[in-house]
């Protein structure tokens, strides 16, 4: 069993940013095969933000690249997720979650989820 609990959600306005965390407990981080970032957007469907593998490779939406980061702290047991360049559109409830396969880009390979943390861009 993973518990995940996220943290560092707000209001913020276009161009501003944030960083995520999501703090993990029950197995160590180098024991899950890769943690991952989701959003919903009001009446949209959950969708893939980012991802890292253990070996700390990396992925993200195209609709993020260049402007978010994915990391993890190994010794915290803590992933994040640094927003830059914010936009109204990123507003959403953004998931953190533990993979136990691939693809990652996919809800369905992901085990355990937290309940989310609000992010609001205002223009």
């Known amino acids: 069993q993973v518990q995940l609990v996220e943290s560092g959600g707000g209001l913020v306005q276009a161009g501003g940013s944030l960083r995520l965390s999501c703090a993990a407990s029950g197995r160590t981080f180098n024991s899950i095969y890769a943690m991952g970032w989701f959003r919903r957007a009001p009446g949209k469907e959950r969708e893939f933000v980012a991802a890292?593998?253990?070996?700390?490779?990396?992925y993200y939406a195209d609709s993020v690249k260049g402007r978010f980061t994915i990391s993890s702290d190994n010794a915290k047991n803590t992933l994040y997720l640094q927003m830059n360049s914010l936009k109204p559109e990123d507003t959403a409830v953004y998931y953190c979650?533990?993979?136990?396969?691939?693809?990652?880009?996919?809800?369905?390979?992901?085990?355990?989820w937290g309940h989310g943390t609000q992010v609001t861009v205002s223009s």
């Open positions: 979650a533990a993979a136990v396969r691939d693809p990652l880009t996919v809800e369905s390979s992901y085990r355990y």
């Open positions: 890292i593998r253990r070996d700390f490779v990396t």
